[in-house]
């Protein structure tokens, strides 16, 4: 059964097909990572697939299961979880908090308002193992508002992790961080569980090319090629693609 | 963790302070201290909404005002015990909550602010037309103080005992729901709506229900009040009552449970102090607002307390 399988999709913004005619299907345990300039309907497709706006046709199938018209939050619970290219915390609470919010989400405590939170030690459990595996500890305290912009990165990532998903959305991950903290994020993402399967969109290519089994390169909405890494490289066309829209360099 | 000890002692030292004095004092004073244990309340459960949730109301004196209303007409005119008419009108309360949330939730921020108000109005404008059930502009006079079996808490003290208990039931009740699995939803929804959608949180639900609980509280303060003075009019639903409680919150921190219950204190205190010298108090505390909103809007206990610390620091190094 594939993790995630997305027939004919595409989604207008007006007179603007954002994307058009998509179809992709991904294999259990696959890394795979989607590239293009700006404006070639990468995040708008994320937003499809994780349910934030509804397709204009087409179908997009979840484990085996038609979610087209589900709503997302419904979708988390099949074990779907995404970061978002925009750094998305609760900036007003501190690390420690942000992880037990996610965490409990998909427990059963998720809507006991007649019991102390404290008395979940499981969940609280959780949450500080999470922390202490992927060395944020020593913010647990701080509020995430002021913590560095790599920081929030990583906890961005961890977050989505909290729930157990068994397929991740990564949205840039990378954006934005200084070439250390690029290493620490391709670190982090190449030793995740190979029990999850990623989909990532990145801009950084060597980063993209590092991590990812398959690569699915798009363009004004549409899927140019696929291939391995290695065939994408060869691929020509995409060089014309690139020098005409130019890739950032993060 | 987001617990607020602080907050949580200085909530225990003001019902243990209330306790003890609450007899001592002249009648006058027991009167205030009541009111401020009752605005309590319903800062407590604004609290909930705006602070917790991230819902700003400028309608809540509607459920403050309609609880006292319910549970007015059913004692009087329909002749309930206390028990019963207090029942119905927080019922009265929290359905209204859950009618109007069916229709309100589909609005944010100040979108909500708007239709809350409208909301509170078209109740105030009820309480004043229709005068047959609810003494229009009179309103309802001469409810009884509650009798339970032999306890009667008609006198000043008794009745000051009784809304004691009243408050530190609702304030351990609304303590255990924000420090609740729930209540941290809350604040996540408060701070990022979307992080919330895709963690899996029906972010819906759990607005509706904070909606209710919320409406709930404030009828409580609503009987509460209606019971001090024996009497309810259109005004428990009026604007200005909103207004006032918006700014027990603004004047003792949003989303710190027992933050806008010292505000509230704050408030009666104002509210007696201005109100011997002048008869445009109003005015006064419009202005206190108007000053609170520019420059301590996380409140002013809030930006007195980090003053402090700043102080001690400076003076340490």
């Given amino acids: 059964m594939k993790p995630l399988e997305i027939r004919a999709l595409s989604r207008n913004f007006g007179g603007v097909r954002a994307i058009a005619d998509v179809s992709l299907a991904l294999d259990s345990g696959e890394r795979r990572a989607i590239i293009g300039t700006n404006g070639a309907g990468k995040t708008t497709l994320f937003n499809v697939v994780n349910g934030q706006i509804p397709p204009s046709s087409g179908e997009i199938f979840l484990f085996g299961e038609n979610v087209t018209r589900m709503p997302l939050h419904r979708r988390a619970t099949l074990g779907l979880a995404r970061t978002f290219q925009i750094t998305s915390l609760f900036r007003n609470l501190a690390v420690i908090d942000n992880m037990i919010i996610a965490v409990q989400a998909l427990t059963t405590a998720h809507f006991v308002f007649w019991r102390r939170l404290a008395h979940y030690r499981e969940v609280l459990g959780r949450a500080e193992a999470l922390l202490e595996k992927w060395r944020l500890t020593e913010f647990r305290h701080e509020i995430v508002r002021n913590l560095s912009y790599g920081t929030q990165r990583q906890l961005e990532i961890v977050m989505a992790l909290a729930g157990n998903p068994k397929l991740l959305l990564l949205d840039e991950p990378m954006a934005g961080l200084s070439a250390a903290e690029t290493h620490l994020a391709t670190d982090i993402i190449l030793n995740l569980d190979r029990g999850i399967t990623v989909l990532l969109i990145e801009h950084d290519l060597a980063a993209a090319f590092k991590i990812a089994d398959r690569i699915t390169a798009m363009d004004q909405g549409r899927i140019v090629a696929e291939g391995t890494p290695e065939e994408i490289r060869q691929e020509a066309s995409l060089q014309k693609i690139y020098a005409r829209g130019g890739v950032r360099h993060e | ?317």
């Fill in chain 2, 1 to 317: 963790m987001a617990d607020n000890r602080w907050g949580l002692w200085s909530a225990i030292a003001f019902v243990l302070i209330a306790a003890a004095i609450g007899g001592m004092i002249p009648p006058y004073d027991t009167g205030l201290l009541t009111q401020m244990l009752i605005y309590g309340i319903f800062a407590m459960s604004l609290d909930v909404l705006h602070g917790y949730t991230g819902m700003p109301s400028l309608g809540h004196a509607a459920y403050f005002g309609l609880a006292a209303y319910v549970a007015a007409i059913c004692s009087l005119k329909l002749g309930w015990g206390f028990e019963a008419a207090g029942a119905a009108g927080i019922a009265a309360s929290a359905l209204a909550a859950a009618l109007f949330h069916l229709l309100a939730l589909r609005t944010a921020h100040s979108y909500y602010l708007m239709i809350t108000l409208a909301f509170s109005q078209v109740l105030w404008s009820l309480a004043v037309s229709w005068t047959d059930v609810t003494g229009g502009d009179n309103g309802l006079p001469g409810v009884l103080r509650p009798q339970i079996g032999s306890w009667s808490f008609g006198s000043t003290i008794a009745y000051f005992y009784f809304a004691l208990a009243v408050f530190v039931v609702s304030a351990a009740m609304l303590y255990v729901f924000v420090t609740s699995p729930f209540g941290y939803a809350l604040r996540g929804i408060r701070d990022n709506e979307m992080r919330m959608r895709a963690l899996g949180y029906h972010v819906w639900a759990y607005k509706y229900l904070a909606s209710i609980v919320s409406a709930a509280f404030a009828g409580v303060a609503g009987e509460l009040y209606m019971y001090l003075n024996n009497f309810v009019s259109p005004s428990a639903l009026s604007v200005t009552v909103s207004a006032q409680v918006l700014m027990m919150i603004l004047v003792g921190a949003a989303g710190t449970l027992f933050g806008p219950v010292l505000g509230a204190g704050v408030f009666v205190i104002l509210q007696y102090v201005l109100s011997t010298y002048t008869d445009r108090w109003l005015f006064v505390i419009g202005v206190i607002y108007v000053l609170l909103a520019l420059y301590a809007p996380q409140g002013a206990l809030i930006y007195l307390r980090d003053r402090l610390k700043a102080r001690q620091r400076r003076s340490a190094g």
